[in-house]
């Protein structure tokens, strides 16, 4: 068996290991079932730190009420002191 035929025998069984967890995951009734889920949640979980779709606005609570919003969406200006 060479180093491709290796390569890919691996990928396959890294393949059915995933789908098999995936459909464990999904019944949720026994211990078994409960980590699958858990490891396929920590697998896939983004590290906010690399999540590059995190805005901060958002986190931040930061940007328009809805009335501001509304203002600037029909074109009316802000009032100085407002």
Do not use: H
């Amino acid at each position: 068996m060479n180093d491709e035929q290796k390569r890919i025998r691996k990928k396959e069984r890294s393949t059915r290991l995933a789908i098999w967890m995936a459909a464990r995951s999904s019944r949720n009734k026994t211990f078994l079932d409960r980590m699958c889920r858990k490891m396929i949640a920590k697998a896939i979980t983004v590290d906010p730190a690399k999540d590059f779709m995190r805005d901060e606005f958002v986190d931040n609570d930061q940007g328009f009420d809805p009335d501001e919003l509304d203002r600037y969406q029909r074109g009316e200006q802000l009032a100085v002191g407002e």
